[in-house]
């Protein structure tokens, strides 16, 4: 157990029951509303983070997601869909490019996964070494309107400066501290990669400005309002990238990648079939339901928001569109909405 997790219990947050993750801060009533009007902070260090070094690095990765890594320059970052050979999902990771290796911000449920995965496909003349840094760091994460400015009063590196999906080395207190532009569920905002031996005190001085401290339990409530896919729920085998609303994390001009082909012809030939979509409940449904229109299949729910009767879901693209109304089995309306972390425009030719 980190010194930071220690710190999180003993000051009375519950933790899940391997003790690896805060469940809650006590604070998830005021979640929502810190996140639009002031500032949300989130411990995210259980996630993985894999570092990749050797001359090959880029090309290796580059070759084995979605979007386009190779042309990245140290100091730049990006979303990219991790995909089998055939597109279907894996999982939606975040890259930051170094002067002499990058790191792969990966789903804590694929860390283990995702180690072999990746050996699998490494060649013995690929200059690529895989390391698994999960745990070296505490991953901070600050969302809302108040992010920048909080942060501002921390370091006198200068902010405005942070590229867009960048990221830079900034001091706190004479700490350096990784900060990458932008979050997990797309609010704005910025990631932080603290020495876990200074993780306790900037954390303090964060909710000292006053951040409210979000846990799992709140954080995949915003996740499922504000659509971003989850491995084992929205990203399995069932689907690919297209379907689940990543168009932005797709590359359509980089060249072949694994399950390129299939991607390639979806969007050539506008072959989505289903799409990911907000879903407005009349009642509490469980995940796995599935979706119907005039009695023909239209669809299934994939994550519940039981507390805001919210869903998310796939929808056969001939079955509804934003604004359709979708039954259940047990005949439970819904209403087809669109999600802010999700596209499911065609890119323009």
């Known amino acids: 157990m980190t010194p930071l997790l220690t710190y999180h219990q003993q000051q009375g947050a519950i933790l899940n ?4 993750t805060v469940m809650s801060f006590g604070t998830d009533a005021q979640v929502s509303e810190a996140l639009t009007t002031g500032c949300v902070i989130g411990d995210r260090s259980h996630w993985g983070l894999l570092k990749f070094t050797g001359g090959d690095r880029q090309r290796y990765l580059h070759n084995q997601s979605t979007n386009q890594i190779q042309q990245l320059q140290p100091g730049q970052s990006c979303d990219t869909v991790l995909v089998n050979s055939t597109a279907r999902t894996i999982d939606l990771a975040t890259v930051h490019i170094f002067q002499d290796e990058l790191w792969l911000a990966v789903s804590p449920s694929k860390t283990e996964f995702l180690v072999e995965w990746f050996d699998r496909f490494l060649f013995p003349m690929d200059k690529v070494e895989i390391t698994n840094i999960t745990g070296q760091f505490n991953v901070l994460t ?17 902010l405005q400066t942070f590229p867009d999906q960048g990221h830079q080395a900034i001091a706190i207190n004479n700490i350096e501290v990784i900060c990458a532009t932008g979050t997990d569920l797309g609010f704005e905002g910025f990631t932080l990669f ?10 303090q001085k964060i909710t ?8 799992e339990t709140a954080w995949e409530k915003q996740r499922i309002h504000q659509g971003r896919p989850a491995p084992n729920t929205e990203l399995t085998d069932d689907y690919n990238p297209l379907e689940a609303g990543l168009w932005s994390c797709i590359s359509f001009d980089k060249g072949c990648y694994i399950g390129q082909e299939t991607i390639a012809r979806l969007n050539t030939y506008k072959g989505v079939k289903q799409r990911l979509f907000g879903l407005k409940l009349a009642a509490v449904v469980a995940p796995g339901a599935k979706l119907t229109v005039d009695g023909d299949r239209a669809g299934v729910i994939t994550s519940v928001d039981p507390e805001d009767k919210f869903a998310l879901g796939y929808v056969r693209t001939k079955s509804g569109d934003v604004g359709s109304i979708v039954t259940t089995e047990e005949n439970i309306t819904a209403e087809v909405v669109a999600l802010p972390y999700l596209s499911h425009d065609y890119p323009e030719p």
């Open 17 to 20: 029951e391997s003790g690896s």
């Open 208 to 215: 000292e400005l006053g951040a409210i401290p979000m846990g």
């Open 142 to 158: 600050l969302y809302g309107a108040e992010a920048k400015n909080i942060l501002t009063k921390l370091t006198e590196t200068p």
């Open 194 to 203: 603290v020495p876990t031996e200074n993780a306790v005190d900037i954390w």
